[in-house]
């Protein structure tokens, strides 16, 4: 796959069948370490995430990398809101280790330091040293360690967006 190629576009309402699609073919391994919305997800649910994007007001910002007509990316802060945003990245099986990840979660960034974000946290799988890599290389710190629901345990990590 071709980084260059792949257009990076905020979420529309109408972008979510696609997304939809997009996780429900991560692969378990993929689904192990980045399930905002459950194992499964439907066009209705991906459809409440866009109208979440839509209005000054909006609560969150989600972006999607497009090849072709298939979403092969996803990275968003939700809770734009409160005082702690939280930060979430996937890119399809098939075009993980290519750059996608860095240049998805490069925009989202920009766009939080455009808005005088404060401050972003996120979780992560403890032995996904792909993802705290690109965290650290972003300029998140850890901070914590848990264990979650699911059993596995996870750092927590921030962003003092204003400090970059
Ligand atoms: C985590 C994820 C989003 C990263 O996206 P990606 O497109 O695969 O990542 P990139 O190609 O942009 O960058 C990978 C980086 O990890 C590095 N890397 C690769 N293998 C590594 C390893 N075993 N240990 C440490 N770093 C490694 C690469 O060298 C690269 O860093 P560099 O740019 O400094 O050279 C992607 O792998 C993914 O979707 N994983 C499944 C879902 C997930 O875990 N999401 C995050 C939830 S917190």
Redesign the pocket.
Known sequence: MNVAEVRIERLQVSDAPALAAFYNKLSPA?KR??RPVGETTTDEVCRHIAIGNAGPLSTKYDVVAWQGDDVVGWSFIWNLHEPEPVFG???ADAC???????KLMTAVMAWAREQELPRVE?T?VTD????Q??YE?QGFIGYGEFVGEDGLSYYRMRLDVQDL
Do not use: M
């Open positions: 993929s370490t980045f990245l996937a890119v993980q280790r290519t750059g996608l990840g860095t996120l992560v996904n040293v792909i993802a890599h690109l290389k």
